[in-house]
């Protein structure tokens, strides 16, 4: 049988000349960061607007296994998400959707493996054109008989890159 590795494993094998070595720390460890952002719904919300959510320096590391929505109550009938950046509009979450007053993981998603999220790989923010930050936004992609009044948390967990 074949035995297969990861990258990480390749990096610490006992094979190698110092064998205790670690993996770089913007791959597996360092201090997480929760930026807790409250959004209440209008009603009017429509396909393809933009929610900006905050502004995050170059070099952060998103963590979308960490990351998540909640609602305060139903949101309405149906309300589906992508969170980027201008780099990668749904690098963060990508097709979240939030159908009642509930968590949903970004990467709890089911169906292909197209709605995982790109950065779900540690991906440090590329500043923004002419800035040295990253504006995180969230773009509607479905949203039908949204309830205003209705308040959002975008729960967006990210590293500071090294």
Not at 23 to 47: K, R
Not at 99 to 124: D, R
């Amino acid at each position: 049988m074949p035995t297969f590795e990861t990258p990480i494993y390749g990096q610490q094998k006992p094979d190698r000349s110092n064998p205790g070595v670690l993996a770089p720390a913007n791959i597996v460890s360092g201090d997480v960061e929760f930026a807790i952002i409250p959004y209440t719904l209008v009603g009017t919300e429509a396909a393809s607007d933009i929610i900006k959510l905050c502004l995050l320096p170059k070099d952060v590391i998103p963590l979308p296994h960490l990351s998540s929505l909640m609602c305060s109550d139903d949101p309405g009938t149906a309300l589906t998400l992508d969170v980027g950046t201008a780099a990668d509009a749904d690098g963060w979450g990508n097709g979240v959707a939030l159908t009642t007053a509930a968590k949903v993981e970004f990467c709890s998603i089911t169906g292909t493996a197209a709605n995982i999220p790109a950065w779900l790989v540690p991906t440090p923010l590329a500043p923004d054109t002419g800035s040295g930050n990253a504006v995180v936004y969230a773009t509607v992609m479905t949203a039908t008989a949204l309830t205003a009044g209705v308040i959002v948390y975008f729960v967006l967990a990210y590293k500071r890159g090294k």
